[in-house]
């Protein structure tokens, strides 16, 4: 499925500049568990097989909370958690990073979990149990404190479902220019409808995907999608995550004048990813983030921003979800190559 919702090629408003070096991450998303279990394979339909190897661990958003925490920028859990079991091990997790809680536990509710499914390739399947994490109701996100120098996450995991996501996405729509948006539109984009998509697009500010979900907006490759999702966006940069090809980043000044079609102006930059060999993708592209996001925080250019990112792939050679390096670790790492 090709979303299309809206043109490629709006008529643009005056471009307004993004906003200043973040200092704390706000994450207006939701962490959930993660039942993790190592498979040879899928299983047919009907089928069965046994698990290699199986754990649970606190995943979802959490893992771009902790790339970033574990890079120094300071981080506010800002979405929904439940009162059971799974959202007592979200809030342990959390703390054990150092990131501050919004909101008290949910009597109603616990926290929801996800299955993932591991191949020996490294590639993940997911099947989600959504929970407390979705912030329902009308006025559900205005209680969250962002304004300038705060950097807003919003994942397409909270746009996409039909009883949570048009109000987070209205709130994300209707930030004042101080906050960096940044939205990841996730691998539930073909889900998410235009009515909660295009606003969120439209006011955003780095828009990171992968190349599937790059293709899912456009419909066209990486290096097309990217000039394309810059014009969609009309003040965004755009990051495709290209996985062991590192990244393309295209920014502002990357944009063509109004009378020329994407296809007219340069290509975005290529910036390419240290070889690794991979164990476990999971979490890998919110790895990426975090890291990126700290790295702005820390006074990076966006290239630069986006290499040290890059390198979080040293998260894919460890097992789990959530395995994003520390600052130490990746400067470490990064002194060695």
Same mark, same amino acid.
């Given at each position: 499925m090709i979303i299309s919702n809206g043109p490629l090629t709006p008529a643009r408003a005056p471009i307004?500049? /993004?906003? +200043?070096?973040?200092?704390r991450l706000v994450f207006a998303g939701e962490a959930i568990v993660d039942v993790?279990?190592?498979v040879p394979g899928l299983p047919p339909r009907g089928g069965d097989l046994l698990a290699t190897a199986a754990e649970v661990a606190v995943g979802g958003g959490f893992? /771009?909370? +902790?790339?970033?925490?574990?890079?120094?920028m300071p981080v506010l859990y800002?979405?929904?958690?439940g009162a059971g079991h799974w959202g007592d091990l979200v809030r342990a997790a959390l703390a054990a990073e150092g990131v501050g809680l919004l909101r008290p536990p949910d009597p109603s509710a616990d926290t929801g979990f996800d299955v993932a499914l591991v191949e020996p390739d490294a590639e993940r399947t997911f099947v989600t149990a959504l929970g407390a994490e979705s912030v329902t109701g009308a006025g559900g996100w205005d209680v969250v404190p962002a304004g300038s120098g705060d950097a807003v996450y919003v994942s397409g995991y909270g746009l996409a479902p039909a009883g949570s996501g048009?109000?987070?996405?209205?709130?994300a729509a209707a930030l004042p220019a101080g906050p960096l948006l940044f939205f990841d539109p996730g691998p539930l984009v073909a889900q998410i409808t235009a009515e909660v998509l295009e606003p969120v697009l439209a006011r955003c500010d780095w828009l990171s995907g992968n190349a599937r979900e790059a293709a899912l907006l456009t419909g066209v490759t990486p290096e097309e999608a990217a000039p394309r999702l810059?014009?969609?966006?009309?003040r965004a940069n755009v990051i495709v995550r290209l996985g062991p090809d590192g990244c393309l980043l295209a920014t502002r000044d990357h944009a063509p004048p109004d009378h020329l079609a994407p296809r007219d102006h340069a290509p975005?930059?290529?910036?390419?990813a240290p070889t690794v060999r991979a164990v476990d993708t999971t979490g890998a592209g919110d790895a990426h983030s975090g890291v990126f996001l700290a790295a702005l925080a820390d006074g990076l250019p966006p290239a630069d921003a986006a290499r040290r990112a890059n390198a979080a792939a040293l998260a894919v050679t460890r097992p789990g979800p959530a395995t994003s390096p520390t600052r130490a670790e990746l400067d470490a790492w990064l002194a060695r190559r």
């Open positions: 307004t500049p /993004v906003p +200043a070096r973040p200092r993790v279990m190592r893992n /771009v909370m +902790a790339a970033a925490a574990r890079q120094g800002a979405g929904g958690h048009p109000g987070l996405g209205a709130w810059l014009a969609r966006t009309a975005p930059d290529h910036i390419p």
